[in-house]
Nanobody, 115 residues
């Protein structure tokens, strides 16, 4: 099983990034996918979640209206489009796959929002 995040980097406040998480080694289309983040000195928190077929999404209040989660089951990839980024969005972003008691995590990608 592998989950590989990409797309992180340094961006100015108000900018945008799109994170990708490519999955392999399991039946991607059966798993709910989510993005989590852990900022400096903070606990890991849920940012966004999408159901296995993509029909249901949930976003944390702190990112509603700015972030969008989507998935392409043909490409075994989940995305996080992040717009209007703020310094408080600075964190390591992780993707997670969940199915029943099975949970897989990626290694994360750093997002830094700074001028």
């Amino acid at each position: 099983v592998q989950l590989g995040e990409s797309g992180g980097g340094l961006v100015q406040p108000g900018g945008s990034l799109r994170l990708s998480c490519a999955a392999s080694g399991f039946t991607f289309s059966s798993y709910a996918m989510s993005w989590h983040r852990q900022g400096p000195g903070k606990e890991r928190e849920l940012v966004a979640r999408i159901s296995s077929a993509g029909g249901t999404t949930n976003l944390a209040d702190s990112v509603k209206g700015r972030f969008t989660i989507s998935r392409d089951n043909a490409k075994n990839t989940v995305y996080l489009q992040m717009n209007s980024l703020k310094p408080e969005d600075t964190a390591v972003y992780y993707c997670k796959a969940a199915y029943g008691v099975m949970n897989y995590w990626g290694r994360g990608t750093q997002v830094t929002v700074s001028s």
